[in-house]
């Protein structure tokens, strides 16, 4: 996406200041600073932090519970919590507005967010991916271009004033379902293992990456246009060459290295010890991964993936550690992920909802995701495959979908924002919808089938 | 520490501009930024912090595993492996200097320390501290006073310009023993149930509560000084009085509460959720102890402590959850309790040892801190017990020394910093010292007393 780092670096001081400055607002428990120290690089205010934390737990905790008492996904409740806390301001309420742009909160949630991925790629494995063939490679592939195609009309009918570019854009945001709700509902249904549940998961990690790569040839088209830099083919296959070859290298050169990490961490010996390499592989991948201008999650993702779960509960084993590297980053996630989650929530503008034409826009934005995803029953090649049931667990959008509309809402072309107010909470709705409307599809459905084969 | 918590608030734009800066600076990859949406509030650049954390988690595994390959804590290995991340700028490598001063890690080694703090009073319950009775006090009331008199002596003799409260400044640096590394090297020793190891981690935790008490009465008289306010004794009371409020008040209301919250919480079910209300109580009583004056770390320790492990094993067992919270926390506590360590190294400033004056005062200073200690052994009252072995085992400092001097740092009186470079980089090297001899010493002692009652 055309990305340039250190463009955000803040101007640093000479070195012989470095240390004074860093004393003066030292980290630790930030308080009992006299107000001529605060602002200074370094310097934080946990208050806000802490208080935060506080509500966006509570509240992740109080919605996921309701929404798990009626039979649908925790992070449903988790975004409508944030949409609760976020919006008490209409309500008169406006202690909490800080919120929305507290940076420390911020930061959390991105880190919550490499780890959702990271948890996600552990879930499936190279070679899960590769032996989910080629069904997996064309219900992927239906399932990028058509939500694609369909969002770029839905957003060109509502928005004619727009640049092309931002159609495009939205219809990206609808391009990636999201593997963790997914991989849950099969799990509560018992239909990982199926067929379908197989093709489903395979898809789900291939249009991950596909997403990702669209959003990057988008994301650089639109830079390169904003620039007033012509339209360059190059530039779009330069911007895929690159992420391709981060996967790839990630992927190969990544469980080499892994593997060769964690033999030697074992020997290293220490609590925790393989946690913290996972860690590294996390942190190190993603950070790569912004380098070769790719979103950090991405190479979150390529981490998990990359890492041995088999390699690492062998070495586990052997110092009586039997849980799965899965198992051992749950706390992080349970402390982390939600914040992200109701951290969108928070950032969804209900006043946008006043208006008629935005709402409307949410409700035709879901419907092309929703009809979108159903052209991915023509790729499923194998028969004795329901072909309805792929499509409805392809569904649903997640974290992804939020991402993009974040990196949207972060361009302009021509002086005018891709994702606007509007757009986003249009998105934050489609996410939404999407992921409470599959679950009961995909039960309906599952149990036809099941009744079926009992009958047989 | 008379703080005030709402000074360093960012002024809040009218709230009609507040949705579109943030999602313009929206968290999640934050990438594709354009240049012009950044340094808005929210607004973070993730490069910084990603090799930020792979560094330090390197730095950290690397250091650890080497100190504990000789026999030495881990938290030894730790600080030097980030004062050599913090000085390799005296090779001429700069390219890290930023770490120093960066607003994520910052904040991640707070709620780092917070995790310590949390899993320190966790470790020790509100029965157990009774139970020690009156040798822990006493031997922690004679712990805080004589190595702070001793500092304060030291510190005088060596800065005899400097105004006399930033002595008593030093001297309260000395006080605390480090729970953490004493209840480590007992563990280690399997000396944790012996007499002497019950009355060490008694008095470790009266001695870490006075010290915080300590800490706010010598920050707080220096608050006013440098205000210009006469030394009002009623300020020191109101101080002490809000504190032991709190602790109070956290320790009798936050039982009864948190039974109560964790037993709906069980009901409530969900993924983690008594996890989630743990963090809950750690991050609620951080704040809470914020807003009383204190700091954070008080209330996260007391939120540990008024946790009931028994309670939540009870109510977990009934969902097959039989991990203990403390081993619930372990994954939170390994990835950022190193990030404090390595960062209060990365801030130690060796330049500063240069001068030979500063190199003697932190030998001078860690000579004061360890005969200081030494009499506790005045304080154990019961009899078959071994002084010296009570005296040796409350000489590590710790986390609190550190945290003291970085509260410090940001002090100023009378136009002087409280704690300057010098006596900065002179504490951190007494809270190594200090560490590094503890465990030969305890060693050498408690084998001696298993020696001799081998030959009754």
């Given at each position: 996406m055309g990305y340039e780092a250190p463009t955000m670096r803040r101007p640093i001081a000479s070195n012989a200041l470095l240390l004074p400055m860093a004393l003066a607002t030292v980290a630790v428990p930030a308080l009992a600073r006299p107000a001529s120290a605060a602002g200074g690089p370094g310097s934080v205010d946990m208050l806000p932090i802490l208080a935060g934390l506080v509500l966006i737990l509570?509240?992740?905790?109080?919605?996921?519970?309701?929404?798990?008492?009626?039979?649908?996904?925790?992070?449903?409740?988790?975004?409508?919590?944030?949409?609760?806390?976020?919006?008490?301001?209409?309500?008169?309420?406006?202690?909490?507005?800080?919120?929305?742009?507290?940076?420390?909160?911020?930061?959390?949630?991105?880190?919550?967010v490499l780890f959702l991925l990271f948890s996600v790629g552990l879930e499936s494995d190279v070679k899960r991916m590769m032996a989910v063939g080629l069904s997996s490679l064309l219900v992927a592939t239906l399932g990028v271009i058509t939500p694609m195609v369909l969002g770029f009309f839905v957003s060109s009918r509502f928005f004619p004033g727009h640049h092309p570019m931002t159609h495009w854009f939205v219809g990206a945001t609808l391009?990636?379902?999201?593997?963790?709700?997914?991989?849950?509902?099969?799990?509560?249904?018992?239909?990982?293992?199926?067929?379908?549940?197989?093709?489903?998961?395979?898809?789900?990690?291939?249009?991950?990456?596909?997403?990702?790569?669209?959003?990057?040839?988008?994301?650089?088209?639109?830079?390169?246009?904003?620039?007033?830099?012509?339209?360059a083919p190059v530039t779009v296959l330069w911007i895929v060459g690159k992420s391709l070859l981060f996967l790839v290298a990630a992927v190969v050169a990544g469980q080499w290295l892994s593997r060769r990490a964690f033999r030697l961490a074992s020997r290293l010996g220490g609590q925790g010890v393989m946690l913290s390499v996972a860690l590294v592989f996390c942190f190190g991948l993603a950070y790569l991964a912004a380098l070769s201008g790719l979103a950090p999650i991405v190479g979150a993702f390529a981490a998990g993936l990359v890492l041995d779960e088999v390699q690492i509960r062998q070495l586990g084993g052997r110092n009586g550690e039997t849980r799965s590297m899965q198992e051992r980053l749950q706390p992080i996630a349970t402390f982390l992920v939600p914040v992200f989650f109701v951290l969108m929530g928070i950032r969804v503008d209900l006043a946008a909802f006043a208006q008629p034409d935005v709402l409307l826009f949410a409700l035709v934005l879901t419907l092309a995701a929703v009809i979108g995803k159903q052209a991915c029953s023509l790729g499923v090649l194998e028969k004795g495959c329901d072909r309805l049931a792929v499509g409805l667990g392809m569904i649903p959008r997640g974290e992804v979908g939020l991402i993009f509309a974040a990196i949207g809402a972060g361009l302009t072309i021509a002086g005018e924002r891709v994702v606007d107010n509007a757009v986003f909470s249009a998105v934050v709705i489609m996410v939404a919808l999407t992921t409470l409307v599959t679950p009961p599809l995909l039960v309906w459905r599952l149990r036809r089938l099941d009744g079926r084969s009992a009958m047989k």
């Open positions: 509570i509240g992740a905790r109080l919605g996921a519970a309701l929404f798990e008492s009626i039979g649908q996904p925790a992070v449903l409740g988790e975004l409508l919590a944030g949409i609760v806390i976020g919006n008490l301001g209409l309500l008169g309420l406006h202690a909490l507005d800080e919120l929305r742009t507290d940076v420390g909160i911020s930061i959390l949630a991105q880190i919550g391009t990636a379902t999201s593997v963790g709700i997914t991989a849950r509902v099969l799990a509560d249904l018992r239909r990982t293992d199926s067929k379908e549940g197989r093709i489903i998961l395979g898809a789900a990690v291939i249009d991950d990456v596909m997403g990702l790569i669209v959003l990057a040839v988008v994301a650089g088209i639109i830079e390169a246009a904003d620039r007033g830099a012509a339209f």
